[in-house]
């Protein structure tokens, strides 16, 4: 089904959307090894937390430079009225990055999906995370049980701004409605990529996400390929699951996924990218890219 004209304006940049980059785009952790993830329902919204306890941290890795932001709520019975108080701490090989002695009570609309417990108000504890990978516990003290939403932002750079960019060729474009922002995406298959051409030097900007039939349920793993001159240069294995706040207009027998990113360095020159969709081998993904906004003027 062809639900737009696939030709598309060559290796031309079009500006649909000039946001700051990185500029307060907090991205939720929500796959953690070992570690289940429990939907919270706040004011009927789902959102990915994780269980910790003083004998049970939470310990993951992220990639620097940026900033950690964690949510916190304490787990309490019902009927409790009193403040709780508890102690967060963030620690990495037993050093201690930050600690939070907070309080807190049971929060209106806030609840366990699957649980019989009141969750408390939120409270929010950051931590500057310097470059390179970084092993961070997260420990607790004070309370019973406390839920953790690990979020994380990279470096700002208020002063990149960030232009869309139409493929030279594709098989379908979709739009996609997340909030007030309707966003073109282009769609890839086994064997049908979407092709980029980019003149560097820059980065690329992949913005992708799976496409669900009625059939998928639960997670589901995908993967990507971005080639140059049939060199592999990227792979993406993402596992995902399905969107809540993001829907297509014009592809109604199909939902987004939740958004998977992928950032490439283009090198000097003019480049002819390819993004392709590897597995599943009968399913479809969808791509949006963008690169930083050339500057006019400043060079020497």
Request: net charge positive.
């Amino acid at each position: 089904m062809i639900l737009r004209s696939a030709s598309f304006v060559p290796a031309a940049t079009l500006l649909l959307i000039a946001v700051p980059a990185h500029a307060a785009r907090w991205q939720a952790i929500e796959r953690i090894p070992g570690y289940a993830a429990l939907s919270v329902l706040v004011q009927k919204k789902a959102r990915v937390y994780f269980r910790i306890t003083p004998e049970s941290p939470l310990v993951f890795t992220v990639e620097g430079p940026g900033r950690l932001r964690l949510v916190s709520r304490a787990e309490v019975p019902r009927g409790v009225s009193r403040p709780i108080s508890y102690k967060l701490r963030v620690d990495e090989g037993g050093k201690i990055l930050e600690e939070q002695l907070t309080e807190s009570s049971a929060a209106n609309k806030v609840k366990l999906a699957d649980g019989v417990f009141a969750i408390c108000k939120s409270r929010n504890l950051a931590v500057d995370v310097p470059a390179g990978n970084h092993r961070l516990t997260v420990s607790v003290t004070g309370a019973r049980v406390v839920l953790i939403r690990p979020l994380f932002s990279g470096p700002t750079r208020d002063e990149v701004r960030m232009i869309s960019i139409t493929p030279v060729e594709a098989t379908r474009s979709v739009t996609l409605s997340e909030g007030e922002r309707l966003i073109p995406y282009y769609s890839t298959f086994l064997g049908k990529p979407v092709k980029f051409r980019i003149v560097g030097p820059t980065s690329l900007e992949l913005s992708t996400r799976l496409d669900f039939d009625a059939t998928m349920r639960g997670s589901q793993g995908y993967r990507i390929a971005v080639t140059e001159g049939g060199e592999r240069i990227r792979e993406g294995q993402f596992k995902t699951t399905k969107a809540t706040t993001a829907t297509y207009t014009d592809l109604n027998d199909r939902s987004a996924s939740k958004l998977d990113r992928i950032v490439i360095p283009v090198s000097d020159g003019v480049h002819d990218i390819s993004v392709e969709l590897l597995s599943p081998q009968n399913g479809s993904a969808e791509i949006h890219a963008r690169i930083p906004q050339p500057t006019v003027g400043s060079q020497e």
